[in-house]
């Protein structure tokens, strides 16, 4: 009933956590799993040879979004668990989400609460600023879920044409995005539960990590579905984005307070990075931005 799909570049030690929960999960003593290797050169293939019932593709580096297409194209089953290699699921994740999406054939894709098990005060940081809305506690209907743990339903999935491989960044909003203009839901469950290591423990990975991932074009998937309800919001100005930066900044940080506060009052403490997380987002888009309409210009 479920195929899982785990991209993976250059994790080889994170993979095989990630295989051993993925072979945990309640849904079926023979699952599915396909794990697809984005052009590792770590030796990733040496993991895979523990596992011999595990289907393993080996692709050229062409980034997450294609990885996780290869994979589900190759999926026959009815839906499909997206895992990053860097995560690990709990044992009733899969079966959570599984319930969830068979409650209304009207849902495409249900995501998962998001853990961070970095260690360290930065780390916590980029989690609050990068992943606070899955860390929330309540059941509820989104615009987007993070890939690094969701549940699809692959007819409408493959209907609405996977992941952006455009994109490296940002694919799932893009996925949301159109999934939601196409009159699908999307639901966030709480009650599923993927751990993510990322690493991110210094401030170059945990604070600068915001503005690389908007130099690379996180704002994309919103200029181009401007008719979305979240595009018409975004702008393609610029300097929208440097001049109201502290106030973007400060909104987005009260969001994330107030929606963390009730569930964790150290918060508090982390507030001022995650202002900072967020200004370093806003100089990054406006970054990209400009490179964008001097590279357009020139065409």
């Not at 054939?105 to 995501?111: D, F, P, T």
Request: glycine share 6%; aromatic share 14%.
């Amino acid at each position: 009933m479920i195929s899982v799909v785990i991209p993976s570049y250059n994790r080889k030690q994170e993979l095989e956590n990630c295989i051993e929960s993925a072979l945990s999960q309640g849904i079926d003593h023979n699952p599915e799993i396909i794990v697809v290797d984005d052009g590792s050169t770590d030796g990733t293939e040496k993991i895979i040879d523990k596992y011999p019932n595990i289907t393993f593709i080996r692709q050229n580096h062409k980034g997450a979004a294609a990885a996780r297409n290869n994979g589900a194209q190759k999926s026959k089953q009815e839906f499909v668990f997206f895992i990053d290699s860097d995560c690990r699921a709990e044992k009733n994740c899969a079966e959570e989400l599984l319930k969830e999406i068979q409650k209304d054939e009207n849902i495409a894709i249900v995501g998962c609460r998001i853990l961070g098990k970095t260690a360290g005060f930065l780390a916590k940081c980029h989690d609050y600023a990068h992943y606070s809305n899955f860390m929330v506690r309540k059941r509820e209907e989104r615009k987007f879920l993070c890939s690094s743990g969701i549940l699809v339903r692959k007819e409408y999935f493959d209907k609405m044409g996977g992941f952006n491989e455009d994109l490296k960044f940002a694919e799932e909003e893009d996925l949301g995005l159109r999934t939601n203009m196409a009159g699908y839901k999307l639901i966030y469950q709480p009650s599923a539960i993927v751990y993510h290591f990322h690493g991110r423990n210094n401030f170059q990975k945990a604070i600068l990590h915001a503005k690389k991932w908007a130099e690379a074009g996180s704002v994309k998937p919103y200029l181009m579905h401007k008719e979305s309800k979240y595009g018409k919001i975004s702008s393609k100005n610029p300097y929208f984005y440097l001049f109201l930066s502290p106030i973007i900044s400060f909104l987005v940080s009260i969001k994330i307070f107030t929606r963390i506060f009730p569930q964790d009052k150290k918060i508090i403490l982390y507030f001022p990075f995650i202002f900072i997380n967020k200004l370093f987002w806003c100089f990054g888009t406006f970054n990209y931005l400009k490179n964008e309409n001097k590279r357009n210009s020139k065409i």
